[in-house]
């Protein structure tokens, strides 16, 4: 199970870490994936980063801005986004999988409900 929290609204240019906290024992073998999705658009990949912390890969939208870290003691990754652009504006969701998915949402076999990110200009 995983579990999103830290969003909320925020102004253009500044910032939010979310977080994602997950249930089982087994986390550190899961690649990790936040995506997002705007009302009336289809689920975009934001970043993703591996079981171990040494590859992180990130969308062009928000290279640059948002850094995605993970630790495996307390089971949880986070997504920090700085700079932020009412374009941003999305529910946020992890996801974990046990291969090296990236931005293939099939290859997901867990979800969590997802957070509000809502960005004023």
């Known amino acids: 199970q995983l579990l999103e929290s830290g969003g909320g609204l925020v102004q253009a240019g500044g910032s939010l870490r979310l977080s994602c906290a997950a249930s089982g024992r087994a986390f550190g073998s899961y690649a990790m994936g936040w995506f997002r999705q705007a009302p009336g658009k289809e689920r975009e990949f934001v970043g993703t980063i591996s079981a171990r912390s040494d590859t992180t890969i990130y969308a062009d939208s928000v290279k640059g801005r948002s850094t995605i870290s993970r630790d495996n003691a307390k089971n949880t990754v986070y997504l920090q986004m700085n700079n932020l652009k009412p374009e941003d504006t999305a529910v946020y969701y992890c996801?974990?999988?046990?291969?090296?998915?990236?931005?293939?949402?099939?290859?997901?076999?867990?979800w969590g409900q997802g957070t509000q990110v809502s960005v004023s200009s």
């Open positions: 996801a974990a999988s046990l291969i090296w998915a990236v931005n293939d949402t099939r290859r997901y076999m867990h």
